[in-house]
């Protein structure tokens, strides 16, 4: 799939919330999202990212794969950290950005089950970046807020 570059106005918009998580379409876009995130090297890739405006991100850390449908945040903590990020939609750009060090996220997984996870380090800090797309925030916002 072909991602979606800054300052498209796709990246701005708030996402709807998936009815059907396991959905034939919704199925084959997560699948197709993995593929494009692996052949870009991304850690994370956010549905408005391939223009599609609903919530629904899918991440990939150590080698394990995360699917995240109607994600919401339960809790941040621990630390602030700065540390330079990059974003698919921002080709050769990277900034220190201001994250927590630990999440709490609810959501449902690809299976259609609803699932809390709790991520640290860099998956927290993925976790925040791809939820903040599902918002239309992007990582040069919060760059902003660092100078
Ligand atoms: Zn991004």
Request: glycine content about 6%.
């Amino acid at each position: 799939m072909k991602i979606i570059q800054y300052p498209n106005p796709i990246l701005r918009q708030k996402c709807e919330k998936i009815k059907n998580p396991t959905d034939s379409a919704i199925q084959q876009l997560i699948l197709d999202m993995i593929k494009t995130m692996r052949a870009n090297d991304g850690a994370g890739l956010a549905a408005p990212q391939v223009g599609k405006n609903i919530q629904l991100c899918v991440m990939e850390v150590d080698n394990e794969i995360f699917t995240l449908i109607n994600p919401e945040i339960k809790n941040l903590s621990g630390k602030d950290l700065f540390i330079e990020e990059g974003c698919l939609s921002f080709p050769g750009k990277f900034l220190p950005i201001k994250r927590c060090e630990k999440i709490k996220v609810k959501a449902y997984d690809n299976s259609g089950k609803k699932q809390i996870i709790r991520a640290r380090g860099l998956l927290a800090r993925v976790f925040q970046h791809e939820i903040d797309h599902l918002n239309g925030e992007l990582f040069i916002d919060k760059a902003v807020e660092y100078k």
